[in-house]
C-alpha cells in the first residue's frame, strides 16, 4: 500500500540527455514537491504545485521544469542534464491545510554520465 | 539558510532513550517546529512537531522550552531501527513551501 511512488527507483542518463522523472500518489494531496538530496547534504526543494499552480523556488535552476498532468500525478523534467545534477530526488505530497504533514516517497537516484 | 542548528552526530545504546537537541534561537511566533527523519536509501519520515506544549505520539516526545528557542527530541527507547539523520525543522503552520532541512543529526543506536 505504497502512498507516493517514484519510478525508476535508479535512472542513467547521459550528459545532455533530458530525463524526466515520474512521481505518483495515491493519497489525493492536493501539494506535490520534489526535492534535490546530493550526496551527504540534506534534502533542497526545488518547487512545488498547489493543485494546478506551479510555485518555484527562486534559486532553482531554468535546467529544472515540472508537470502535473493529474492530482496523482507529477514529473521532473531535466532539460540538459548535467554532472552536478547527479543526486537522488525525492518526490513529496501533503494535505494544503492544516500542519501539512509531508508523505516522501524513496527518491530516484540520477546518475548522469 | 535553515534556521535550526543541530548536533553533527550522536550515539546511543540500544534500548536507551535517545536525545536529540536543537536550537532554534529565532523563531518567530506563528512557527511551529517539527522533526522528520531519514533512515539510509529512504525518504524522510515525519516524526512529530509541536508549536509551545510538549508533544507525545507513538514514535517520540518532543520537549520544547518556554522561551521555544530550543527543544529536545526524545526517542524513550531507541532500537536500531531508529539508526538515521533527524532534521529540525521549523516553519509556518500550513505553509506549503518553507521546509528547509538544515544539515540533521546522524543518530547510530549502538547493540
Known amino acids: 500500500d505504497a502512498m507516493v511512488i517514484q519510478n525508476p527507483r535508479y535512472q542513467v542518463t547521459q550528459f545532455g540527455k533530458p530525463v524526466t522523472l515520474s512521481c505518483s500518489q495515491t493519497l489525493n494531496h492536493n501539494v506535490m514537491y520534489w526535492y534535490q538530496q546530493k550526496s551527504s547534504q540534506a534534502p533542497k526543494l526545488l518547487f512545488h504545485?498547489?493543485?494546478?499552480?506551479?510555485?518555484n523556488e527562486a534559486d532553482t535552476p531554468d535546467n529544472f521544469q515540472s508537470r502535473r498532468p493529474n492530482t496523482s500525478f507529477c514529473f521532473l523534467d531535466i532539460r540538459s542534464p548535467g554532472l552536478g545534477d547527479a543526486a537522488m530526488y525525492l518526490c513529496?505530497?501533503?494535505?494544503?491545510?492544516?500542519?501539512?504533514?509531508?508523505?516522501f516517497g524513496p527518491g530516484t537516484r540520477l546518475t548522469v554520465l | 539558510d535553515a534556521k535550526t542548528t543541530q548536533p553533527t552526530s550522536m550515539d546511543c545504546a540500544e534500548g536507551r532513550a535517545a536525545n536529540l537537541p536543537c536550537n532554534h534561537s529565532t523563531i518567530s511566533g506563528n512557527e511551529y517546529v517539527y522533526w522528520y527523519r531519514q533512515i539510509h536509501s529512504q525518504g524522510p519520515q515525519y516524526i512529530i512537531h509541536g508549536l509551545k506544549n510538549n508533544e507525545t505520539n507513538e514514535m517520540a516526545s518532543l520537549i520544547i522550552t518556554e522561551d521555544r528557542k530550543s527543544s529536545t527530541l526524545i526517542l524513550p527507547h531507541a532500537t536500531l531501527r531508529d539508526t538515521a539523520v533527524y532534521y529540525c525543522?521549523?516553519?509556518?503552520?500550513?505553509?506549503?513551501?518553507?521546509?528547509?532541512f538544515g544539515a540533521g543529526t546522524r543518530l547510530t543506536v549502538k547493540p
Open positions: 504545485y498547489y493543485d494546478k499552480d506551479f510555485n
Open positions: 513529496a505530497t501533503s494535505r494544503a491545510q492544516g500542519h501539512n504533514e509531508q508523505f
Open positions: 525543522i521549523v516553519r509556518v503552520w500550513g505553509n506549503n513551501n518553507d521546509m528547509r
